[in-house]
């Protein structure tokens, strides 16, 4: 994207997949931040940005999150007073800002008008009908008139601000190139290259004549632009600017004055000039800061009346922001800490006097990089006031209050106090002492800048708070730090024909309401985050006092927003009506009296039960479950909410599972783990998570009789002719008769076939000069085993023809695909001919290649990359056959690709992989050589074993059965730089168990 820039941890191009208005849910993976050395702050929650891949939130002082509303990743939040605020997002190619109001719903969607790109660096609400909003302007310049060796087409990026209306007028517009040549740039931004960001405006504020105050970081200036008439005032620049109009005054460092590379620049309340000084060109060590000067304009003078370094220092390369807040202190973010490398602090708030009253630190380890910090009191009730004298002070104004009021008696020095009001629950709530009950969505903090200069009492309206039932009941709870320790109730101090709760001393801290007793139902069962609960659940909760009767609610999430069921009922339990399977709900009650309801209890989850699994095969229909061969395919019904499923089959002599295997399909191929002639069991069941569902009704089979092993003739026999022939092959326990069948291995026509019980069968009158296969199978009281292995045999006049010798191929980087391999052999006396044959060495069942060869050597081609092959040669005249050659191998060499490094065999979820074998890749030119390594899971912490290898393919042997393995390779080039690979997960073949089997005919 043009211009794009990445930083760490914020994501400002375009991304195609989020939708602002949609319904999902907010993410809940936020940072892990913690606020520290929490004093004296100013009311307010932190706006941080971007927290999270898809959603926004507040952030409290104890860090919680409050509000969180799906956003997709955003960056530039900040707020309008109290009633919306904007953020800058992308979908797809569109880059735009949202706007939201105090209920964060979005409403506007602000852009400039015209074809201008906008730019994330600055957007938001101006005055309650209109916002300002910058843009990009690139214009094509010849910069060879401007530099030499500059280009004639290069793009220069300059800035637009536009004033709008939310109905789409344009008020006022700027734009950079009609005023601030390109060669104004610092000395960091390269003129020569083809597009060039050289004014980089990053802020934009007002000062109290409605004039622009304009960052300018490619500049190092801030400039002042009349909103009348869009000239340049002033420009005031650090050293390295070339358009810097002032003297700096008491600002400057060995080899440098002023500031660089800056953010938020802005009019203070006192009428000076603040911001971020992130230092960027100035000598090292490089130290970001924030500064504020006061400013003589018409004498064109910047006094630094004060700056504030972080302890110990450090440098942001890029973003970071200054606020100033209610109570004087300011507010600062770091952005992309680059020094120290690893940092783990997002912003401080500092009062005047340089001390830290709160600090924000990320502990993930990596450092969040939050384009700006800032604070708002949007959902919250803060006020500062600060006291000079005895008086009393309500903390309240025209449409809102704290319902917080203070008598101050002695006031030693002017003393700054805060109080919050929260609509919601204290977090981490614990007691000094018995439990409360009924706690009330609602908390307050009160800090004081100075508690030792004041003493005094304080008094909370609890007869006005509309959600306090029954003020003569309630109690006060305080403890001294917010969000940490336990709440103690504070005794006495009720007023019963006021309604108020009087302190006779001043508390700073953190306070809560609760009824001292038990006021309001308690959820019971099902017990709180209960799985596998019936689709009919019974809800039980226990019995509050003064309840006429009680409101209950279940919802499929914890907000309530959209209630699934409300009831109301006078007992203290009910049957709901069949909901969805596998879905989790909440649920909360309340009583209801004459003074109306009381508050809802914390809320309880369950989630019922995942849907039932239908066995399909093997099942009792027909005769499925009767003779079940090796590799049959066990299968199922999927079932509502389950995202895996448990398969188990059990012996049903030993009384214990077989296998025991959790997968995501609705299939399962047993392959060989199952002992022949034997009786099992099976069931399935869903599983969510580590939720196990129920199991389907118990099945049971009965597996086919063992493989025959097959004696005489062997495998590639040469036999002289005789009038008959004897075939012979092992017992199989349980077999009852035996098929055999001998078959052509030209065409697989049948020469012989029979049944018989004994082990042998003599056979009379085959054909001479004739190869042919012959098989067996076992056949027992409940079916047909498998067929044997197929042997090849042929019956000759003469004494064999001699074996032939492979002469090439052999080993390793041998072509594939359309290239041609050449396979050449030694000749064998007597020979008119020769059979050739290649085997897919991963399945070697049927030949790739079988063909009858004039001479000593034959051309072929289309053969897989990165692929083991064994081939053999026989010799065969009109009148014998000889017998086979020894098997040689020959590998394939790997298929190049620009990357490299992709497993190709095992493949991932792989099954029934041998212990020993190949494991193959793709290769790449860029590699000299390679490396596999093997380890438990996808961290390879430890790593099992490293294998070399000159190409794609690396064997291996050893590996334990059944066993899930992760396997990844390594490109090492020329230089020794590695480069990993994606990681491939197999699982090796399992163990066949062994079972004791009766001999007996008809039995199992």
Same mark, same amino acid.
């Given at each position: 994207?043009?211009?794009?820039?990445?930083?760490?941890?914020?994501?400002?191009?375009?991304?195609?997949?989020? %939708?602002? @208005?949609?319904?999902?849910?907010?993410?809940?993976?936020?940072?892990?931040?913690?606020?520290?050395?929490?004093?004296?702050?100013?009311?307010?929650?932190?706006?941080?940005?971007?927290?999270?891949?898809?959603?926004?939130?507040?952030?409290?002082?104890?860090?919680?999150?409050?509000?969180?509303?799906?956003?997709?990743?955003?960056?530039?939040?900040?707020?309008?007073?109290?009633?919306?605020?904007?953020?800058?997002?992308?979908?797809?190619?569109?880059?735009?800002?949202?706007?939201?109001?105090?209920?964060?719903?979005?409403?506007?969607?602000?852009?400039l008008s015209g074809s201008y790109p906008v730019d994330f660096h600055e957007g938001k609400m101006w005055t309650d009908s209109t916002y300002i909003i910058l843009g990009h302007?690139?214009?094509?310049?010849?910069?060879?008139?401007?530099?030499?060796?500059?280009?004639?087409?290069?793009?220069?990026?300059?800035?637009?601000?536009?004033?709008?209306?939310?109905?789409?007028?344009?008020?006022?517009?700027?734009?950079?190139?009609?005023?601030?040549?390109?060669?104004?740039?610092?000395?960091?931004?390269?003129?020569?290259?083809?597009?060039?960001?050289?004014?980089?405006?990053?802020?934009?504020?007002?000062?109290?004549?409605?004039?622009?105050?304009?960052?300018? $970081?490619?500049?190092?200036?801030?400039?002042?632009?009349?909103?009348?008439?869009?000239?340049?005032?002033?420009?005031?620049?650090?050293?390295?600017?070339?358009?810097?109009?002032?003297?700096?005054?008491?600002?400057?460092?060995?080899?440098?004055?002023?500031?660089? !590379?800056? !953010?938020?620049?802005?009019?203070?309340?006192?009428?000076?000039?603040?911001?971020?000084?992130?230092?960027?060109?100035?000598?090292?060590?490089?130290?970001?800061?924030?500064?504020?000067?006061?400013?003589?304009?018409?004498?064109?003078?910047?006094?630094?009346?004060?700056?504030?370094?972080?302890?110990?220092?450090?440098?942001?390369?890029?973003?970071?922001?200054?606020?100033?807040?209610?109570?004087?202190?300011?507010?600062?973010?770091?952005?992309?800490?680059?020094?120290?490398?690893?940092?783990?602090?997002?912003?401080?708030?500092?009062?005047?006097?340089?001390?830290?009253?709160?600090?924000?630190?990320?502990?993930?380890?990596?450092?969040?990089?939050?384009?700006?910090?800032?604070?708002?009191?949007?959902?919250?009730?803060?006020?500062?006031?600060?006291?000079?004298?005895?008086?009393?002070?309500?903390?309240?104004?025209?449409?809102?209050?704290?319902?917080?009021?203070?008598?101050?008696?002695?006031?030693?020095?002017?003393?700054?106090?805060?109080?919050?009001?929260?609509?919601?629950?204290?977090?981490?709530?614990?007691?000094?002492?018995?439990?409360?009950?009924?706690?009330?969505?609602?908390?307050?903090?009160?800090?004081?800048?100075?508690?030792?200069?004041?003493?005094?009492?304080?008094?909370?309206?609890?007869?006005?708070?509309?959600?306090?039932?029954?003020?003569?009941?309630?109690?006060?709870?305080?403890?001294?730090?917010?969000?940490?320790?336990?709440?103690?109730?504070?005794?006495?101090?009720?007023?019963?024909?006021?309604?108020?709760?009087?302190?006779?001393?001043?508390?700073?801290?953190?306070?809560?309401? %609760?009824?001292?007793?038990?006021?309001?139902?308690?959820?019971?069962?099902?017990?709180?985050?209960?799985?596998?609960?019936?689709?009919?659940?019974?809800?039980?909760?226990?019995?509050?006092?003064?309840?006429?009767?009680?409101?209950?609610?279940?919802?499929?999430?914890?907000?309530?927003?959209?209630?699934?069921?409300?009831?109301?009922?006078?007992?203290?339990?009910?049957?709901?009506?069949?909901?969805?399977?596998?879905?989790?709900?909440?649920? $909360?009650?309340?009583?209801?009296?004459?003074?109306?309801?009381?508050? @809802?209890? /914390?809320?309880?989850?369950?989630?019922?039960?995942?849907?039932?699994?239908?066995?399909?095969?093997?099942?009792l229909v027909g005769k499925d479950t009767v003779a079940i061969q090796p590799g049959h395919v066990f299968r199922w019904t999927r079932a509502q909410g389950a995202s895996s499923?448990?398969?188990?089959?059990?012996?049903? =002599?030993?009384?214990?599972?077989?296998?025991?295997?959790?997968?995501?399909?609705?299939?399962?191929?047993?392959?060989?783990?199952?002992?022949?002639?034997?009786?099992?069991?099976?069931?399935?069941?869903?599983?969510?998570?580590?939720?196990?569902?129920? =199991?389907? /009704?118990?099945?049971?089979?009965?597996?086919?009789?063992?493989?025959?092993?097959?004696?005489?003739?062997?495998?590639?026999?040469?036999?002289?002719?005789?009038?008959?022939?004897?075939?012979?092959?092992?017992?199989?326990?349980? /077999?009852?008769?035996?098929?055999?069948?001998?078959?052509?291995?030209?065409?697989?026509?049948?020469?012989?076939?029979?049944?018989?019980?004994?082990? @042998?069968?003599?056979?009379?009158?085959?054909?001479?000069?004739?190869?042919?296969?012959?098989?067996?199978?076992?056949?027992?009281?409940?079916?047909?085993?498998?067929?044997?292995?197929?042997?090849?045999?042929?019956?000759?006049?003469?004494?064999?023809?001699?074996?032939?010798?492979?002469?090439?191929?052999?080993?390793?980087? !041998?072509?594939?695909?359309?290239?041609?391999?050449?396979?050449?052999?030694?000749?064998?006396?007597?020979?008119?001919?020769?059979?050739?044959?290649?085997?897919?060495?991963?399945?070697?069942?049927?030949?790739?290649?079988?063909?009858?060869?004039?001479?000593?050597? !034959?051309? =072929?081609?289309?053969?897989?990359?990165?692929?083991?092959?064994? @081939?053999?040669?026989?010799?065969?005249?009109?009148?014998?056959?000889?017998?086979?050659?020894?098997?040689?191998?020959?590998?394939? $060499?790997?298929?190049?690709?620009?990357?490299?490094?992709?497993?190709?065999?095992?493949?991932?979820?792989?099954?029934?992989?041998?212990?020993?074998?190949?494991?193959?890749?793709?290769?790449?030119?860029?590699?000299?050589?390679?490396?596999?390594?093997?380890?438990?899971?996808?961290?390879?912490?430890?790593?099992?074993?490293?294998?070399?290898?000159?190409?794609?393919?690396?064997?291996?042997?050893?590996?334990?059965?059944?066993?899930?393995?992760?396997?990844?390779?390594?490109?090492?080039?020329?230089?020794?730089?590695?480069?990993?690979?994606?990681?491939?997960?197999?699982?090796?073949?399992?163990?066949?168990?062994?079972?004791?089997?009766?001999?007996?005919?008809?039995?199992?």
């Amino acid at each position: 994207m043009f211009f794009t820039r990445l930083f760490r941890n914020v994501l400002i191009p375009a991304i195609g997949m989020l %939708a602002l @208005w949609g319904t999902s849910p907010a993410q809940q993976s936020f940072r892990d931040l913690r606020v520290d050395r929490l004093g004296f702050a100013a009311p307010g929650y932190l706006l941080i940005a971007p927290d999270a891949y898809d959603s926004l939130a507040f952030v409290d002082h104890t860090g919680s999150r409050l509000r969180r509303t799906y956003s997709g990743i955003i960056s530039t939040l900040q707020a309008y007073g109290d009633t919306s605020l904007t953020h800058f997002v992308a979908i797809g190619t569109t880059r735009q800002f949202i706007r939201r109001n105090s209920s964060l719903a979005a409403t506007d969607t602000l852009r400039l008008s015209g074809s201008y790109p906008v730019d994330f660096h600055e957007g938001k609400m101006w005055t309650d009908s209109t916002y300002i909003i910058l843009g990009h302007d690139d214009r094509v310049v010849d910069m060879s008139k401007e530099v030499t060796g500059g280009r004639s087409d290069a793009v220069v990026r300059g800035a637009v601000i536009q004033e709008r209306t939310l109905d789409g007028a344009v008020l006022f517009e700027w734009k950079s190139l009609d005023h601030i040549p390109v060669s104004d740039a610092t000395e960091d931004v390269d003129r020569l290259q083809q597009k060039i960001d050289y004014i980089h405006v990053n802020s934009i504020n007002r000062d109290a004549n409605g004039d622009l105050i304009i960052s300018c $970081r490619h500049l190092d200036e801030v400039i002042c632009v009349s909103r009348s008439t869009g000239s340049v005032l002033w420009r005031f620049g650090g050293a390295k600017s070339i358009g810097n109009q002032f003297t700096i005054i008491g600002d400057s460092i060995p080899g440098f004055k002023g500031f660089s !590379h800056q !953010h938020t620049a802005f009019i203070t309340s006192r009428g000076t000039l603040m911001m971020f000084d992130n230092g960027n060109l100035k000598p090292a060590p490089r130290t970001s800061r924030v500064v504020e000067y006061e400013l003589d304009i018409p004498g064109r003078k910047a006094t630094k009346v004060w700056d504030y370094i972080p302890v110990p220092r450090v440098f942001s390369a890029s973003m970071g922001s200054v606020q100033e807040l209610v109570n004087g202190n300011v507010l600062i973010g770091y952005g992309l800490i680059t020094e120290p490398a690893v940092s783990p602090l997002v912003s401080q708030e500092v009062s005047r006097a340089g001390q830290v009253v709160a600090e924000v630190n990320d502990n993930t380890g990596a450092a969040l990089a939050s384009y700006r910090v800032l604070k708002t009191t949007m959902g919250m009730y803060g006020s500062y006031k600060q006291v000079s004298a005895p008086t009393d002070v309500r903390f309240s104004d025209a449409d809102s209050t704290s319902f917080v009021s203070m008598s101050f008696k002695r006031v030693a020095k002017p003393t700054g106090v805060i109080v919050e009001r929260h609509s919601y629950a204290p977090k981490l709530i614990t007691f000094v002492g018995n439990p409360h009950c009924g706690t009330l969505p609602m908390r307050w903090v009160v800090r004081f800048e100075d508690a030792q200069s004041l003493t005094g009492q304080m008094t909370f309206d609890v007869g006005s708070m509309d959600n306090v039932e029954d003020p003569d009941q309630i109690r006060l709870l305080y403890r001294p730090l917010e969000g940490q320790a336990g709440f103690a109730p504070l005794e006495g101090g009720y007023v019963p024909n006021q309604r108020v709760i009087v302190l006779p001393m001043l508390l700073q801290g953190e306070f809560m309401l %609760a009824y001292k007793d038990c006021f309001d139902p308690t959820p019971v069962s099902p017990a709180n985050n209960a799985v596998e609960v019936s689709a009919t659940p019974k809800l039980a909760w226990k019995v509050a006092a003064l309840a006429d009767s009680y409101e209950l609610q279940v919802a499929t999430n914890a907000d309530f927003i959209k209630p699934l069921l409300t009831l109301t009922t006078r007992r203290v339990d009910t049957t709901l009506p069949a909901l969805a399977n596998a879905t989790t709900f909440f649920w $909360r009650v309340r009583k209801v009296h004459t003074k109306g309801p009381g508050p @809802w209890s /914390a809320p309880f989850s369950f989630t019922t039960q995942i849907g039932l699994c239908s066995a399909l095969s093997p099942v009792l229909v027909g005769k499925d479950t009767v003779a079940i061969q090796p590799g049959h395919v066990f299968r199922w019904t999927r079932a509502q909410g389950a995202s895996s499923y448990r398969l188990t089959i059990s012996d049903v =002599a030993l009384e214990q599972p077989i296998v025991d295997i959790t997968t995501t399909a609705d299939t399962f191929n047993v392959g060989t783990r199952l002992a022949p002639n034997t009786r099992y069991t099976w069931v399935v069941r869903g599983v969510n998570g580590n939720t196990l569902g129920r =199991a389907t /009704a118990k099945i049971f089979l009965v597996t086919a009789p063992d493989r025959v092993s097959l004696r005489k003739p062997a495998n590639d026999a040469a036999l002289p002719f005789a009038p008959s022939t004897l075939f012979e092959w092992e017992a199989v326990p349980g /077999a009852l008769r035996y098929a055999m069948s001998v078959r052509s291995a030209k065409d697989s026509s049948i020469i012989y076939r029979d049944t018989v019980v004994s082990t @042998w069968v003599r056979v009379n009158s085959l054909p001479r000069n004739t190869p042919m296969l012959w098989q067996c199978r076992a056949i027992g009281r409940y079916g047909n085993g498998p067929l044997s292995d197929r042997f090849e045999f042929t019956l000759v006049y003469d004494n064999p023809l001699g074996r032939s010798i492979p002469l090439a191929p052999k080993g390793n980087d !041998h072509p594939y695909g359309t290239a041609e391999t050449v396979f050449t052999w030694s000749s064998v006396q007597d020979a008119l001919r020769y059979r050739l044959q290649v085997f897919d060495r991963q399945s070697s069942a049927t030949a790739v290649v079988d063909t009858i060869v004039d001479g000593l050597k !034959h051309v =072929a081609s289309g053969f897989a990359p990165s692929t083991s092959y064994d @081939w053999r040669v026989m010799a065969i005249n009109d009148r014998v056959s000889g017998q086979w050659s020894d098997t040689a191998r020959f590998i394939t $060499r790997s298929e190049p690709s620009a990357i490299g490094l992709l497993p190709v065999f095992p493949g991932m979820d792989a099954e029934d992989v041998p212990t020993s074998g190949e494991w193959r890749f793709t290769t790449s030119d860029r590699y000299a050589r390679y490396e596999v390594e093997l380890g438990w899971d996808e961290s390879f912490r430890p790593v099992l074993s490293t294998f070399g290898s000159d190409d794609g393919i690396v064997p291996y042997a050893g590996l334990m059965d059944g066993t899930r393995y992760f396997w990844r390779a390594i490109g090492i080039a020329a230089d020794s730089t590695r480069t990993t690979g994606a990681y491939s997960v197999f699982t090796t073949v399992m163990p066949v168990v062994g079972v004791a089997h009766d001999a007996s005919p008809g039995t199992i």
